[in-house]
């Protein structure tokens, strides 16, 4: 049995009231159809069906748990995040769900970077990643992906159930009472013993416990959308996920199965709230403007999905407590340049059903277990992140296309674009190399690096405060 919270959260001494919510006896509660009232019980209970909360869902199912899964929306929804990577396809092989995931991606070898000159790529193949496991990856349509988790959820044995959310909880002696709202607007409530905060973005905990943190050091903010007739990359490069510099920021295109793009742009915020009302044109002039990148779109076709966010980047204070865990995107988001979202989102719902099958057993290893967890996937974090703070940096742009492998320090950074975020085997002291030429070259350009430092305070500044809507 999970340990009761008591008056004061178990860290950093915040009232547990942040996250009370009105108590709805089970015996007010409205059960609508296909929600049966046996549900309302578990052992654990997961808010959030995309990847996250769907695979921490299937791997406790697993186990023997007992598991209830909530999502809000309805599959199959529309979700940036297409592009996989390769340290996560063993994953999917160990849930029993790669040829399934690879029956519905397209191949992806490689990234493409800008070269030195006009219009060129350096192409980072997978294959040469330090210390390599899979030599690709996939580019999926996350409507069909995610369907697909939260689907072998199901088939595993999970209580899944979709257009209801998580409005509220509270920690109790017994372990965690929730509040529900359906699509009909009926409240009801359910009882587990622990619980896993897979809900993305909308940061349930984070938001309620004051946890989640702006990275001010990194705002940025995205228009996003799906295209057909994109020109795509020749021969083994054309799965490949390709990298834009723009005068702002950087812009990505992800081939899709069939004739499928997902086209972006990443600008400052600043920029994204001038466009004025019209996000499609707005689009389509910035692409316009990119040497290489206009080519590719001549021709293409704007499908729909036109949709844009702000304030990317963030983290949380605290990824656990008494009878808590947060898992994916709810306890930090990146800028996506890397791609390293739902690779995130696997290996701390794979690690979160670790955790939480061992603790409902020893609840006394539940604080060891959670430093643990939290140690191992901020270091992860780190690890990605300071690539991603300095890739629009006028020297991170210099090092970038024109890369060099001397002590094999270019085969660390494709093991970083592979996902390789938490293992060693020597990519750690090779990236304190690359780090250390990144330094004599900030030396060595002062100019570049007093742009990049003003860039990166002027956009500090810039705040637009938006989740994901239509543009």
């Known amino acids: 049995m999970v340990q009761p919270a008591s008056d004061t959260a178990a860290h950093g001494g915040r009232p547990v009231a942040d996250v009370r919510v009105a108590d709805v006896r089970a015996a007010d509660v409205h059960v609508a159809d296909g929600f049966l009232a046996d549900a309302l019980v578990a052992d654990v209970l997961v808010a959030g069906g995309g990847p996250a909360g769907s695979v921490a869902a299937l791997a406790l199912a697993r186990a023997g748990r007992s598991v209830l899964l909530l999502e809000k929306d309805r599959h199959p929804r529309f979700h940036i995040g297409e592009s996989l990577l390769p340290m996560s396809m063993p994953l999917l092989e160990q849930l029993g769900l790669r040829e399934r995931a690879e029956r519905i991606g397209l ?207 963030y983290s949380c204070r605290r990824y656990a407590g008494r009878g808590w865990l947060l898992v994916g995107d709810a306890l930090g988001f990146l800028d996506p340049v890397f791609s390293a979202g739902v690779h995130m989102a696997l290996v701390t719902a794979l690690d979160a059903a670790r955790l939480v099958d061992e603790v409902l057993d020893a609840p006394a290893r539940e604080r060891a277990l959670q430093a643990a967890y939290e140690a191992r996937h901020r270091a992860a974090m780190r690890r990605i992140s300071w690539f991603i703070r300095r890739f629009n940096t006028p020297v991170m742009r210099r090092l970038f296309a024109a890369p060099r492998n001397d002590w094999r320090v270019e085969e660390a950074v494709i093991a970083v674009l592979a996902g390789d975020l938490h293992r060693d085997g020597g990519v750690g002291w090779r990236l304190g190399v690359f780090k250390l030429i990144y330094a004599l070259q900030v030396l060595r350009h002062p100019g570049l690096a007093l742009a990049g430092m003003c860039q990166g305070r002027r956009r500090a500044r810039e705040t637009w405060r938006a989740d994901a809507q239509r543009a």
């Open 107 to 313: 191949i992806k070898r490689g990234a493409d970077f800008p070269a030195d000159g006009q219009g060129g790529f350096n192409v980072f193949r997978f294959r040469r990643s330090l210390n390599p496991t899979y030599a690709h990856a996939l580019q999926v349509k996350r409507a069909e992906f995610d369907q697909l988790l939260f689907g072998a959820a199901r088939e595993a044995g999970v209580r899944a159930f979709e257009g209801i959310e998580v409005r509220g909880v509270e920690f109790t002696a017994q372990g965690v009472v929730a509040t529900l709202v359906d699509e009909a607007g009926a409240v009801r409530s359910c009882r587990a013993r622990y619980f896993i905060d897979a809900t993305g973005r909308d940061t349930l905990l984070g938001n309620r416990l004051r946890l989640k943190q702006r990275d001010r050091r990194h705002q940025s903010a995205a228009l996003f959308a799906h295209f057909d007739g994109v020109r795509r990359r020749e021969g083994e490069d054309a799965g490949n996920i390709s990298i834009y510099r723009t005068a702002d920021g950087w812009a990505w295109v992800i081939p899709l199965p069939g004739d499928v793009t997902s086209v972006g742009l990443v600008c400052g915020p600043d920029s994204l709230r001038a466009r004025g009302g019209d996000g499609a044109q707005f689009l389509w002039q910035q692409l316009s403007a990119v040497v290489g990148l206009a080519e590719r779109m001549q021709g293409a076709r704007l499908l729909g999905h036109l949709q844009a966010t702000g304030n990317y980047s």
